[in-house]
């Protein structure tokens, strides 16, 4: 019989990629951190026979991959948002300074601290298959209440701009929600309307961010399906607001011109990821990409 281990190159180790992996990561962690990563590969690599390494990467070689945040130095907090100063190397392996805003709530850069929700209102045909399970497609065509999609939009007074502005439903993440969760939940508080969640699964972006330059705030942008024929979104739906906030819910047509609405918005501001979501649609509609 072969000998499967002929086709293992006896130079591999995993522990040694992992702690080849875990060194790369911990860039940016404390120092003490660091060195157990690498009291750790020392402790491997004893153990390991010479013919069977894996060239690790030294403490110096380490700490000169740059750019890189050497350490973050809190300045003052509130109840919600703490002032930090980074000090980072650039890529000319200059050391500098960097003022940053982050919120108190936050748990790690790895996690967004809130969503961003695009609602699709429509008209959704629900359709079985004769042993109790059901789908769910956008209606078909036939009128034009049927094929008209609107979107929701929230105004709300923001006092760091001292006006009133214009975005999509938001909010925080909860601990232990997910995303969709996150979603659905705000969307209901918000708007009232009830969103799609086993028929339509919520679309969920990546984590990006929101103002790199001035905080560390960063979000997923999910989109969710609102069917017009549920029960709870006939009429004019009632928000479940918190204590203190105000806000205006405006259902609005996805074709009929976002941008234009969002230009004549008796002096409110549009926050910009909306404002781009507008010109992205009429950009689709006006260029051809054949």
């Known amino acids: 019989d072969a000998d499967v281990s002929a086709f293992v190159p006896d130079t591999i180790r995993f522990d040694q990629y992992l702690l080849h992996a875990l060194m790369l990561l911990l860039l940016q962690a404390p120092t003490s951190v660091l060195t157990f990563a ?21 403490a110096a070689a380490a700490c000169s991959a740059v750019p890189r945040v050497d350490s973050i130095e809190p300045v003052a907090s509130t109840k919600w948002l703490s002032l930090q100063t980074i000090s980072y190397t650039d890529q000319e392996g200059t050391a500098r300074k960097w003022d940053v805003a982050t919120r108190t709530t936050k748990k790690s850069v790895d996690k967004a601290d809130a969503v961003v929700i695009i609602p699709l209102l429509r ?22 209440d049927n094929n008209r999609i609107d979107t929701l939009l929230v105004e709300q007074y923001r006092p760091p701009v001292g006006k009133t502005t214009i975005e999509f439903p938001a909010g925080l993440i909860d601990d232990g929600e997910t995303p969709e969760e996150a979603a659905l939940r705000e969307l209901r508080e918000e708007t009232g309307y009830v969103g799609e969640r086993c028929r339509v699964v919520p679309q969920v972006s990546p984590q990006v ?21 549920n029960p709870y979104n006939h009429g004019t739906p009632k928000p479940n607001l918190d204590d203190g906030e105000h806000v205006t819910v405006k259902r609005v047509e996805l074709n009929a011109g976002l941008k234009e609405v969002l230009e ?11 404002y781009l979501f507008a010109v992205g649609l009429e950009l689709g509609a006006s260029l051809s990409f054949t």
């Open 123 to 144: 008209r959704h045909d629900v359709t079985g298959d004769g042993s109790g399970n059901t789908s769910s497609k956008v209606a078909s065509k036939g009128n034009d």
């Open 264 to 274: 004549k918005a008796d002096g409110n501001m549009p926050i910009m990821g909306l």
């Open 209 to 229: 961010c929101m103002s790199p330059g001035l905080t560390d705030e960063s979000v997923h942008v999910v989109v969710v399906e609102v069917d017009l024929n």
């Open 38 to 58: 690498l009291a750790m590969s020392a402790r491997s690599s004893d153990s390991t026979d010479q013919s069977s390494k894996v060239p690790l990467p030294s």
